[in-house]
């Protein structure tokens, strides 16, 4: 199946979220369910990015849209957001790498895929049974954004491209805006360029951050993580792969 879909309809109480699959986009495309009450996923399938030419020897799924701020509250209980743009289908932010995953455990990467049970990541692995679900890998990000273009940003490398893809600094007014307004890519997968960055499981070290090699998972050692994409206040060069 091309899609996953994970049903938070029952809540941060919920012992478990129902999955399912499908193979196509809805007839009549992603409403706000798939927004708010639904989180769906896109397969990426196995490859060699066209670009920097490292390999991902396994397939991967990838968010569709960024999570937002009524998904987060479904799984977690809470919503963090506050003045930057708040709403059901606005994305969450102001969320660590530790709320995602954990200091603890969670913190090991890439030793170990752990995750501590506070974590977003954990109570969706226990409450789906899918246990590989995590944080992309800097390497899974850039293929999944790129979905095969070699260009600056994934529908092109002008300024137009930017933005129609992206919600950043010259024309988000400051603030985050609803998810899955702007162009997705190849791939169906909105806002990598923009509207808010995103985490991944890659340590942060200047010195080790090219992505080459076979399913590069970054260096073993840093300071904090990797964030990836433009944000709503980033410039155009924070928006490029």
């Known amino acids: 199946a091309d899609y996953l879909i994970i049903d938070l309809s029952g809540g941060p109480n919920a012992t478990s979220y129902p999955v399912s699959y499908r193979t196509g986009v809805p007839s009549g495309g992603w ?4 927004k708010t009450t639904k989180l769906v996923m ?7 990015d066209p670009l920097n030419q490292f390999s991902l020897t396994k397939d991967f799924f990838a968010g ?5 701020q009524k998904q987060w509250k479904l799984v977690m209980g809470n919503n963090p957001c506050y003045g930057y743009g708040v709403g059901d289908t606005y994305p969450v932010y102001f969320i660590s790498y530790d709320a995602l995953r954990g200091s603890g455990e969670g913190a090991r990467w890439p030793n170990s895929s752990s995750v501590d049970s506070t974590s ?3 109570k969706l692995r226990q409450r789906t049974g899918l246990n590989e679900l995590d944080l992309p890998t800097s ?3 850039e293929y999944a954004c790129r979905a095969g273009e070699t260009t600056k940003y994934n529908i092109g490398n002008d300024g137009a491209a930017l933005d129609a893809a992206a919600w950043y600094s010259s024309n988000s007014g400051g603030q985050t805006h609803c998810v899955g307004l702007k162009t997705p890519n190849a791939w169906g997968l909105f806002d990598m360029h923009g509207n808010v960055d995103e985490w991944c499981l890659d340590n942060k070290n200047n010195l080790v951050e090219s992505l080459s090699g076979v399913d590069p998972c970054g260096p073993t050692t840093g300071s904090g993580r990797l ?4 944000y709503f206040f980033g410039s155009a060069y924070d928006c490029e792969i």
């Open 64 to 68: 569709v849209f960024e999570v937002t």
């Open 120 to 122: 977003f990541v954990y």
């Open 31 to 34: 409403t706000d369910e798939y």
């Open 139 to 141: 390497a899974q990000w």
């Open 227 to 230: 964030q990836r994409g433009g």
């Open 42 to 48: 896109r397969k990426c399938p196995a490859g060699t």
